[in-house]
């Protein structure tokens, strides 16, 4: 089965410019999450989604961060104006659910470099 | 709130010495605990899970929920086992935190 895919897979920007990620989970999976991973240190969940609707955002900065799942699929993520301190690998992943035992599916993540 | 700790960034063996990758986590239910592993240029990708108490690729974890613990074991590490290793709570119908993650490398 096809994977989890993400586009684009590097973009570098200016501080204060404006960015948006994509991402396309594996077909059937209700459960979408971004996280952000900064080098050097674990994943970090910015939002979950159950279909379109958000499930946690608790650590999303929002003044700067949002994100949209339309139609429970796909997904973008969008900074703006993006900081110096937004680089770092933006991952996307999928599950089938949130219930018990679940797997999350990773793409290959987009590398940010904010300059 | 949940949380997960591994306290070793990096870890380096020899090839057929033991490994252990420690993992605490506090939470306050019932946690599904998992190992997350990421070789050079790939996906992270799941390990194992502690529920289906299996052996993937020699590797083992056990939940011990009077330590809070949930350290992954292998007896004879492998040169193909170096990566990076994530530790990671899932609390049902909640998010999925990982630990900082811990880098293996194993010498020839």
């Known amino acids: 089965e096809a994977g989890v895919a993400q586009s684009p897979r590097y973009k570098i920007i200016e501080k204060r410019q404006s960015v948006a990620f994509w991402c396309n989970p594996i077909?059937?999976?209700?459960?979408l999450y971004w996280y952000q991973q900064i080098l050097g240190q674990g994943p970090k969940l910015l939002i979950q989604?159950?279909?379109?609707?958000?499930?946690?955002d608790s650590q999303l900065p929002k003044d700067r961060f949002s994100a949209e799942r339309l139609k429970g699929v796909d997904s973008t993520l969008k900074i703006q104006p993006a900081k110096l301190e937004d680089s770092a690998v933006y991952l996307c992943?999928?599950?089938?659910?949130?219930?018990?035992?679940?797997?999350?599916?990773f793409g290959q993540g987009t590398r940010l470099t904010v300059v | 709130a949940q949380r997960v700790t591994q306290p070793e960034k990096l870890l380096s063996v020899f090839k057929g010495a033991p490994v252990e990758l420690k993992c605490n986590y506090s939470y306050s239910g019932s946690p599904e605990l998992f190992w997350y592993v990421q070789y050079s240029r790939q996906r992270l990708q799941l390990l194992l899970r502690?529920?289906s108490r299996e052996s993937i690729k020699g590797f083992t974890a056990d939940l011990n929920k009077g330590e809070t613990s949930f350290h992954l074991k292998k007896p004879f590490a492998q040169e193909e086992d170096s990566a990076m290793y994530y530790c990671?709570?899932?609390?049902?119908?909640?998010?999925?935190?990982f630990g900082e993650g811990t880098q293996l490398t194993v010498n020839p």
């Open positions: 989604f159950q279909n379109n609707g958000v499930v946690d």
């Open positions: 077909s059937g999976h209700a459960t």
């Open positions: 502690h529920i």
């Open positions: 992943a999928s599950s089938f659910w949130t219930g018990m035992n679940t797997e999350a599916f």
């Open positions: 990671a709570l899932h609390a049902s119908g909640s998010r999925l935190t």
